[in-house]
């Protein structure tokens, strides 16, 4: 069975500063990898994903994120946060299995110093 | 995502009470998952539907169950609710061939 672990349960940066938060998963074969945004009081939203091919993906609102599978992660990075980044991210394994079913990570609370 | 919302988004309860949450998808997609999402948990899948009343049990499904008579809609029954219930539920959809999952708005369940 797959699983994810995202170490930081809380980030707090500052307005304008680089952003890395990171995954990691455990998985036999290539997963499908996603991170998805949760702002306070909304349902999560696709940030982008990995299925395969270029290692490095873009996402929405300048987000990207690079899987590496020799170490088993798939960190997301922002070069610049905005105070309205602050949200709470996960991130998600999926196996490609019939139910098309995600495991996911605790979360990463990001706050965001003015 | 506009193509999923759910039903009711907020609902207190007292323990002992049945409560069925609703999930309404006018995507057509073929599968819809039920979640709950605790305070570092992050979201936990309870059941699942791949098809019109084709559906199987997640990793927390002790107390819930689930149904899905059309492909529009999957519903979420907690037979007698209990405290420990009390959580905010998400319902997903996804379609054939397409992994990623598109989230409702989430419900908010007390039990008392």
């Known amino acids: 069975a797959q699983s994810v672990t995202q170490p930081d349960i809380h980030i707090t940066v500052s307005e304008g500063a680089s952003l890395e938060l990171r995954c990691n998963y455990s998985?036999?074969?290539?997963?499908?990898l996603f991170w998805y945004v949760q702002s306070p009081g909304q349902g999560l939203q696709l940030l982008l994903k990995y299925f395969s091919g270029d290692t490095l993906v873009q996402g929405i609102k300048g987000f990207e994120a690079e899987f590496k599978r020799s170490q088993s992660s798939f960190n997301l990075r922002k070069p610049s946060v905005h105070w309205s980044d602050a949200a709470e991210y996960f991130c998600a394994v999926g196996a490609g299995n019939a139910g098309n079913m995600l495991t996911f990570g605790g979360g990463t609370r990001l706050m965001v110093k003015p | 995502d506009a193509g999923i919302t759910q039903s009711p988004r907020h609902k207190v309860t007292e323990t002992g009470t049945p409560v069925t949450l609703r999930c309404h998808q006018t995507?057509?997609?073929?599968?819809m998952y039920w979640y709950r999402q605790d305070p570092g948990h992050g979201l936990r899948l309870i059941h699942y539907s791949y098809g019109v009343k084709d559906t199987d049990k997640g990793e927390v499904s002790d107390g819930y169950s689930v149904s899905r008579s059309k492909t529009e809609d999957f519903l979420l029954t907690l037979e007698s609710a209990t405290s420990s219930q009390t959580s905010v539920y998400f319902c997903?959809?996804?379609?054939?061939?397409?992994?990623?999952?598109?989230f409702g708005p989430g419900t908010r369940l007390t039990v008392t």
């Open positions: 995507e057509n997609h073929r599968y």
């Open positions: 998985y036999g074969a290539t997963p499908y």
């Open positions: 997903a959809m996804a379609g054939t061939g397409v992994y990623e999952q598109y």
